[in-house]
């Protein structure tokens, strides 16, 4: 929780949340990932001052709790002084205690987004998914619950002017908007309207953008003129031997032309799983993990 001290930007954990996304297609199958089209609502989990601090706060759990699909959990939540956020105890449950920063008793607005956070590391804790470390297992578990539809409410928890800050979750603002923008253009849903703080709105539009980025590399026909034309050279160098990894940063790899026809592999802009495709000009595509169907000149 950055309280007061300076805030991250920028893409800092693009490579984990990108993993985060496959490994939660993979796990739950599309089919699963599909049930979770729509996100918690904001009248769900407001919880004003005049609310009661502990009833206000097993009220958003219990509906956290649902949105998540864990019927058989039961969330108790307390709250004391602490460094971070909250914590969970993961143990066989049903019932998981949940501990708030003591902050939270004069910031009920944010009561729900350090709630999605520590609910999904139930959920996922259930499930059996886990990264190997800390930083990884925290990324993966701010990614889960906001491409599942509850981390609207940690980017929304962001608030940065001249004088202080806050945000919570591991994610920086413009990774939340990523994701966030993912989601959406999966869905079709909006979240921008449910933003009350402008700083949130500004790092969804620049996560869109990078999620943008991803629907435009090459060979999607989407790419631009410029890679395009970097890719044609890359695709050249490798039917004649000379190269098989393009330049770093490039997404793409080519298989060597001498282990049959030469193929390329990228990652699907949605769930980001490594397709291989014949090199052989226009090729319709479509992903085994997601079931996006992807327009390609290869």
Known sequence: MANGGPVEHGYPHLDTVRAAITALYRRLSY?????????VLPADVTFCDQDDLHLGAQRVARELVRHYRLPDARMI??????????????AAGPE???????????????IGAALAHEVMHVYLHRLGLSFPGTRDNEILTDTAATYLGAGWLLLDAFREDGVSSQKLGYLTPEEFGYVL??????????????????????????????????????????????GRRRY???????????AVDPHPGVPYSFTPADRGPLRVCFPCPTCHQRIRVPVRGRVRARCGLCRTVLECDT
Do not use: C, I
């Not at 939540?77 to 993961?90: D, G, I, T």
């Open 96 to 110: 998981y205690f949940v501990e708030l920063n003591d902050r939270f008793r004069t910031h009920r607005r944010d």
């Open 31 to 39: 089919d699963t990932v599909r049930t979770f089209a729509t996100s």
């Open 232 to 242: 044609a050279r890359d695709r050249r160098s490798a039917r004649d031997h000379l």
């Open 181 to 226: 923008a993912k989601r959406a253009l999966v869905f079709g849903e909006d979240p921008a309207v449910w933003f009350t703080s402008p700083q949130a709105y500004t790092a969804y539009l620049k996560g869109m953008a990078q999620a943008r980025r991803d629907e435009q590399q090459p060979p999607l026909t989407a790419a631009g003129w410029a």
């Open 77 to 90: 939540v307390s709250f004391r002084a602490m460094m971070h956020a909250a914590n969970v105890e993961l």
